[in-house]
């Protein structure tokens, strides 16, 4: 082969190299995996605040809890009569009665 061939090849490939990547960046591009669920959920979040809310916040009572329990009984459980359940009487040949 003359180095005009292979020059010529070379060139080919190149343009076609060139052309996978540009159409598979534009693939990827054009169908994107990020739901729009997603897409809400990353969205920058805005930087002002609720000052009114703040200082309604700052301005409340503040309770400090106590954590002595008083003595606790337990609540009894009523006892429930069982039920005793006797076998089916035998036949005299010792087998049960359909």
Known sequence: MKQKDILIILTLL???VVAWIGSSIYHSIVNSTISEAINQDIAPIKPSFDTQTL???KRRPKINPTFELGIITPTPT???PTEIISPEPAS????LEP
């Open 78 to 80: 009523p006892i429930l």
């Open 14 to 16: 190149f343009v076609f």
């Open 55 to 57: 200082n309604m916040l």
């Open 92 to 95: 005299p040949e010792g087998k």
